[in-house]
């Protein structure tokens, strides 16, 4: 995902143009506290590549800075360039060990990675040095292993944040709230506790772009749901807490696919769900919004991460089984970033990051990879009946693809005819670019199998002698 470099004066520039530093110091160095200030404020604007050039001139021109090189990384992870983001936010860690923002970086790159017990150690190093910052907080939470210590996090959170408009919307204020009375009302009860993890096969049904598969929910039999590699929870129908009489306990906003759509629901805890007969995982909690479709919600495949989980969408089959028992074939290593499944795919010969989307019924090539591909032609077409993608099917700047090619796992498919749009609204919420959302016309050409553990996802081709029998 590299692109020609540009100079710093190609971001200064219009910068002077708009103000931003004063007639007369164009050709004078740039303080490097005002370089890296003015980095982070490209980065608040969501201008990372105007922030990585900005802040790689900071390292080049202001040596032994770890502000400078924890600049270049936000940069690059933003971009999805993981390798480099790593190789300067340690960097900053060998210049300055109490850097509060390197030690994050670092934890951010092990989560991404599975290490998460790194991470959360990463993440305590950074809390440690800077306890007035939210989103180190925010993010220590969810690594930390006693629910007082998790409570009492939350709580601090909230008492920097509450009060200060800016810092609320920013940081998402009430869904931490939401989340905060999930655990008073989990009590000492362990969330999305796997009680039972056994092989187990369950039919899937592709409809409409989706796979859908029947599960038992809060005491409810064969609920229709949708598996969907590309949710990092689970939401249900306000059917099925009526029925269930989940109680709700506080309003929780999810972000869509694109165009910055937002929904907000009720945050239940689902008491149990059973899936086949080799899958039992209680108190798992979930959001209550109306279905797109026939379905009741859906279930990401995090819930299911103690087993390998193999997907035959044109099989028509979801299974779980020990590591090796899926088929054997092309193992590509995966990203988990904010919970999404990232892989690398190829669009006209360029390596991308594409998140994987059981739960989109379209490949959609983002308004960001089709700005760096001058021959990947898009103009704007008719949108496709049937087709859902995101919180509501949200979707900006929607457009054609009329040429172009694909490379998914070694298998090359002409891209004509595929959807582009602005995928800036769930980049945003990952805090890294999504440039591909790798759907169902393309995974459905493959048996997959995701394995949380190995951190791979094996491709099967249907026509390769060890894939499917």
Known sequence: MRRPGRSCAAVILPLLAAGGIRAGQQDQPRPCDAMVAQAGALMEEDRFEDALDLAGSAVEQCEGRADAHVAKADALYRRGDFDEAERHYRRAVAIDDESPGAHYGVGRIFRTLGRYAEAG???????ALDPD??????????????????KKTLARY???????????????????????????????????????AQPTTVPMR???????????????????????????????SPRIARKARLDPIEPYTIAGTGAGRTETGDLVLVPELALGDGIIVRNVHATVRDAAG?????????LF???????????????????????AGLALPFRNVGGEIFVQVQVNGVPFNAMLDTGSARTIIGRTTVGRLPDLQATPGEWYAGT????????????????????????????????????????????????VILGVPHLDEFVLTIDYKAMTVTFVAPDDPAGRN
Do not use: C
């Open 121 to 127: 150690q990463s993440f305590a190093r950074a809390a």
């Open 133 to 150: 910052e939210p989103r180190y907080l925010r993010t220590l939470a969810n690594h930390l292993a006693r629910r007082e210590d998790v």
């Open 158 to 196: 909230i008492e920097i944040v509450k009060g200060n408009p800016e810092l609320e919307r920013k940081h998402g204020l009430g869904n931490v709230e939401a989340w905060l009375a999930l655990l008073e009302r989990a009590g000492d009860e362990p969330l999305s506790e796997v009680v039972k």
């Open 206 to 236: 592709v409809r409409n772009g989706q796979g859908y598969i029947r599960m038992n929910v809060a005491g409810l039999k064969n609920q229709r749901f949708v598996f969907d590699t590309g949710a990092t929870g689970m939401t249900i």
């Open 294 to 302: 026939p379905e009741e919600g859906l279930v990401g495949p995090s």
């Open 305 to 327: 991460a103690r087993l390998p989980i193999t997907i035959d969408m044109d099989g028509g089959v979801l299974s779980f089984g020990p590591a090796g028992s899926g088929p």
């Open 388 to 435: 859902t993608i995101g919180i509501g099917g949200a979707l900006a700047d929607r457009k054609v693809i009329l040429k172009g090619t694909l490379d998914v796992a070694g298998r090359s498919f002409v891209a004509d005819g595929l959807l582009s749009g602005n995928l800036d609204g769930i980049s945003r919420a990952l805090e890294s670019e999504v440039y």
